[in-house]
């Protein structure tokens, strides 16, 4: 948790400034009252000792140094389970995601922060939302496994539409496709040597107008802590089988 000064008039207007793609979602404060919160991703690089410790974290460097500090905090405490090879302890480098929330605080923003998974370095940008999606006012939510090469290739393994977004699968797969695999991505490593992992992620696309399939009203996670001044983490692992795994409890 930390306060990043922002303008009095409105805190959210930090993170504009602090160069974030926040989402509004609502909080229940815990005495009844909702306030409205900021949820915005973050990631940060890490180098894994031999024994699991983190030796080395670098922040997003889209992140202004006033959010970083709590961030890595969250990350510096982080434990690994340590990688061995043949009975051998290595290093290795891999990325923590991390999903933060603000909420207004008296002169700024107070910030909590979630572990939302461990994986290869991913870009910030949304996939574009395709004109033939404009034209016929679709969306969809669909779960896309893929693989993050070695060389930092993404490749697409399956693409499965969720729910009633089967009919928009031809509109919004060649999206999908271009954004997973024209991107570029900082594979995990393990002793020195680069390694393929699989990810899952979900994408939604949203029409003009169009609400969220999930709820806006959170309970839990970042957004409840930065509410109540929490401190609980909580995480949700994308990566498939990479071999960096969290020790319970960290």
């Given at each position: 948790?930390?306060?990043?000064?922002?303008?009095?008039?409105?805190?959210?207007?930090?993170?504009?400034?602090?160069?974030?793609?926040?989402?509004?979602?609502?909080?229940?404060?815990?005495?009844?009252?909702?306030?409205?919160?900021?949820?915005?991703?973050?990631?940060?690089?890490?180098?894994?000792?031999?024994?699991?410790?983190?030796?080395?974290?670098?922040?997003?460097?889209?992140?202004?140094?006033?959010?970083?500090?709590?961030?890595?905090?969250?990350?510096?405490?982080?434990?690994?389970?340590?990688?061995?090879?043949?009975?051998?302890?290595?290093?290795?480098?891999?990325?923590?995601?991390?999903?933060?929330?603000?909420?207004?605080?008296?002169?700024?923003?107070?910030?909590?922060?979630?572990?939302?998974?461990?994986?290869?370095?991913?870009?910030?940008?949304?996939?574009?939302?395709?004109?033939?999606?404009?034209?016929?006012?679709?969306?969809?939510?669909?779960?896309?496994?893929?693989?993050?090469?070695?060389?930092?290739?993404?490749?697409?393994?399956?693409?499965?539409?969720?729910?009633?977004?089967?009919?928009?699968?031809?509109?919004?797969?060649?999206?999908?496709?271009?954004?997973?695999?024209?991107?570029?991505?900082?594979?995990?490593?393990?002793?020195?040597?680069?390694?393929?992992?699989?990810?899952?992620?979900?994408?939604?696309?949203?029409?003009?107008?169009?609400?969220?399939?999930?709820?806006?009203?959170?309970?839990?996670?970042?957004?409840?802590?930065?509410?109540?001044?929490?401190?609980?983490?909580?995480?949700?692992?994308?990566?498939?089988?990479?071999?960096?795994?969290l020790k319970a409890g960290s």
């Amino acid at each position: 948790m930390n306060d990043a000064p922002g303008p009095r008039s409105s805190g959210f207007a930090a993170l504009v400034l602090l160069g974030l793609l926040a989402a509004p979602v609502t909080v229940d404060a815990g005495d009844g009252e909702a306030i409205t919160a900021q949820e915005f991703h973050v990631e940060a690089a890490v180098e894994i000792d031999a024994t699991g410790k983190v030796a080395q974290a670098a922040p997003d460097p889209h992140v202004h140094p006033s959010l970083a500090d709590g961030m890595l905090d969250v990350v510096n405490g982080l434990e690994f389970t340590p990688l061995t090879i043949d009975g051998r302890s290595v290093t290795g480098k891999t990325h923590v995601y991390l999903r933060g929330c603000a909420v207004p605080a008296e002169g700024g923003l107070r910030v909590a922060y979630d572990v939302t998974g461990i994986g290869p370095g991913r870009e910030r940008a949304n996939p574009r939302y395709p004109r033939e999606a404009v034209l016929s006012n679709a969306s969809g939510l669909f779960t896309v496994l893929y693989r993050v090469q070695p060389d930092g290739r993404g490749v697409v393994e399956a693409i499965t539409p969720e729910g009633r977004s089967k009919a928009k699968l031809p509109i919004f797969k060649p999206v999908i496709l271009e954004w997973i695999e024209g991107g570029t991505y900082v594979p995990e490593v393990i002793d020195g040597v680069a390694v393929t992992t699989r990810m899952r992620r979900q994408i939604e696309f949203l029409a003009p107008g169009s609400r969220r399939r999930t709820p806006d009203t959170v309970s839990s996670s970042a957004c409840q802590r930065a509410a109540t001044d929490g401190n609980a983490v909580e995480r949700d692992d994308i990566a498939l089988d990479s071999a960096f795994a969290l020790k319970a409890g960290s």
